[in-house]
């Protein structure tokens, strides 16, 4: 079955055309055909992305970004079309969702609507080996972190999550208050490559339960951003590669951390790791040495495949097409989503 992706939920305006894989032991099931990214330069300026803005450009792009895909393929009609339906800016998610719908109306194909946190968790089983299932499946964005048990396609148990910001959105802060640019991910990412490791010191949060006060397996992120703003108040001539870099060592030691206790309490030692954030130079060389070392099995897909991109869409649509579903012309976009639910 060959499907036809797209995804406008946030910033990226992205298409992607994928098919059966070549099949055999390690080799993913699907094979990506194509895929399309334009990312919108516009948002750069304004130090976030600014929804109506992000509609229009995705309003302008779609069209030709499909097409694009759809060429690249050499696919003139795709067997079905999947689009994000969320969760997402929704004006943005509705342009990707109708154009998809109105595609796989003229066509006369059946269209399915994608979970865009679905399309993350699901992206590493595109990489060779892929992981087996049960696997845990680490997303971390621009708007979520959260840590799922993957048991099955549409199985996932909510192990862990940020109680405020997510850790890409604390980039995305810390890097506003440096004076730097927009997405702040992999400005800070590459700021942190010159700090003098142990400079300054910042707090490695943690959640604890409400009732027990026993530490939980969640993450706040917030506090951790206000510690840099009270460092920077504190200190106004610290090196802003300094602060990046002790930004950066904390929020990677607190992912990892819950990563490694979720394994030792759930027994499973494979980790996929997907979202913007997993696109972090400290957070793939730590992610890989756990690997070396044998504590940890970790699938990490290449960076353009950790951010957004429509290979993903179309991949979990092709899967979930694949397991008999097909979505009616009248689905709504939706703004919160849990995956699986
Ligand atoms: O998955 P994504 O493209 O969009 C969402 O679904 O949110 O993730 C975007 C986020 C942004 O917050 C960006 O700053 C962050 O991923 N990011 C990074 C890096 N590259 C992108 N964060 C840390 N290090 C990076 N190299
Ligand atoms: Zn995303």
């Known amino acids: 079955m060959i499907v036809l992706g797209i995804e406008t939920s946030c910033d990226e305006t992205a298409a992607a055309v994928v098919g059966p894989g070549v099949g055999g032991p390690g080799q993913p099931a699907t094979a990506v055909l194509s895929d399309v990214i334009h990312s919108q330069e516009i948002h750069a300026r304004y130090g976030g992305v600014v929804p109506e803005l992000a509609s229009r450009s995705h309003a302008d792009h779609v069209v030709a970004t499909a097409r694009a895909a759809l060429d690249r393929a050499g696919v003139a009609r795709p067997d079905a079309v999947a689009a994000t339906a969320g969760p997402g800016?929704?004006?943005?998610?509705?342009?990707?969702?109708?154009?998809?719908?109105?595609?796989?109306?003229?066509?006369?194909?059946?269209?399915v609507g994608v979970n865009h946190l679905e399309g993350h968790l699901l992206s590493p089983l595109l990489e060779a080996p892929p992981p087996p299932w049960p696997f845990l499946a680490l997303v971390v964005s621009g708007g979520h972190t959260t840590l799922y048990l993957a048991r099955g396609l549409g199985r996932y148990e909510t192990l862990a999550s940020t109680v405020d910001d997510a850790a890409g959105e604390a980039y995305d802060k810390v890097s506003r208050m440096l004076g730097l640019g927009y997405p702040g991910g992999p400005v800070v990412d590459r700021l942190a490559d010159t700090g003098r490791p142990g400079a300054f010191h910042l707090p490695r949060p943690v959640v604890r339960d409400r009732d027990s006060r026993a530490v939980t397996l969640d993450w706040s992120f917030s506090g951790l951003k206000t510690a840099v703003r009270t460092l920077l108040e504190e200190h106004p001539a610290a090196p802003a590669d300094d602060v990046a870099l002790a930004f950066q060592e904390a929020v990677v030691d607190v992912l990892l951390d819950r990563v490694q206790r979720a394994a030792a309490q759930h027994g499973v030692t494979d980790v996929a790791v997907s979202g913007g954030v997993a696109a972090n130079s400290r957070l793939r060389?730590?992610?890989?040495?756990?690997?070396?070392?044998?504590?940890?099995?970790?699938?990490l897909p290449p960076r353009s495949r950790c951010t957004d991109n429509g290979a993903m869409i179309a991949h979990a649509g092709r899967l979930r097409l694949l397991a008999g579903q097909v979505d009616p012309l009248d689905l709504a976009a939706r703004a919160s989503w849990a995956p699986g639910s």
């Open 285 to 299: 060389a730590r992610l890989g040495a756990l690997h070396d070392q044998g504590a940890l099995r970790v699938v």
């Open 89 to 111: 800016l929704l004006g943005a998610v509705l342009v990707g969702l109708c154009f998809g719908k109105a595609l796989a109306a003229g066509w006369g194909v059946p269209f």
